[in-house]
């Protein structure tokens, strides 16, 4: 009971605090947003359904790793970690309260384009349940990506230069606006090594049902990576934080 009390109290901190920091809604909020709406005027309706997984895609990727960029370095720098590290909670309960703030926020960021989307376009055929599955896969692999990061950074700035390195090429490399297999062969491999091409995959087939994988391939991949992830994290946060 303890634990669920802690953790609740953490992410509700988070929320209030963080969710509306200028650096959140700078790249979280409004670089998406923005993308979105250029994507769909200059597309027209008739291209919506089809850059609409990758809209998606890039809303949580930016919106995830932001909020922990956000999170965890005015965290550390105003030693409010230290303070948890010697509260009476593992930590474990710890992290999962830290990256479900940031999975939420990467929930919220994603139906962004689809509100916008349906005013454009007739989305009656789009199949909301697995949308969200592979929505919430997203959220979960990208923040524990963006927590990766933001472990090693000191400042803001350093969170979100480090994660640029890896979000603005993944915005090519994981099928979101250029389609895997019009990709050079040795960036087609490197793409299959990331989580986001998976989760991309898995909304293209449930909106525009032009995915190249099986969703039964996909979703096991992503919960792989998502275990990884966050056992490498741990790891991480045990070796710069704690020993």
């Not at 929930?107 to 007739?122: C, G, K, L, R």
């Not at 991949?221 to 934080?241: D, H, Q």
Request: charge should be positive; include cysteine; glycine fraction near 6%.
């Amino acid at each position: 009971m303890k634990s669920w009390i802690a953790f609740w109290n953490i992410l509700k901190k988070d929320i209030q605090n963080y969710y509306l920091k200028p650096p959140n809604i700078s790249w979280g909020i409004i670089f998406p947003l923005s993308w979105t709406l250029m994507q769909f005027i200059r597309s027209g309706s008739l291209n919506i359904i089809e850059f609409l997984p990758g809209l998606m895609s890039m809303s949580i990727l930016f919106g995830t790793t932001s909020m922990l960029a956000v999170t965890i370095t005015f965290e550390r720098k105003g030693r409010s970690f230290e303070r948890l590290l010697l509260a009476p909670i593992s930590l474990n309960t710890m992290v999962l309260a830290k990256i479900t703030g940031a999975v939420l926020f990467g929930i919220f960021n994603a139906f962004t384009p689809a509100v916008v989307a349906a005013f454009f376009a007739d989305l009656t055929g789009v199949n909301w349940g697995v949308v969200l599955l592979a929505v919430c896969l997203i959220s979960i692999t990208s923040t524990l990506l963006g927590l990766l990061i933001a472990v090693s950074a000191k400042e803001v700035f350093e969170a979100q230069t480090f994660s640029n390195f890896f979000r603005f090429p993944m915005l090519f490399l994981c099928g979101l606006f250029i389609p895997i297999h019009e990709l050079p062969a040795f960036f087609r491999l490197l793409s299959y090594c990331l989580p986001l091409t998976y989760g991309t995959d898995i909304l293209n087939g449930a909106i525009a049902q032009t995915n190249t994988l099986s969703s039964l391939l996909c979703i096991p991949v992503l919960l792989v990576f998502a275990v990884f992830l966050f056992v490498i994290c741990r790891y991480n946060i045990n070796r710069k934080w704690i020993l």
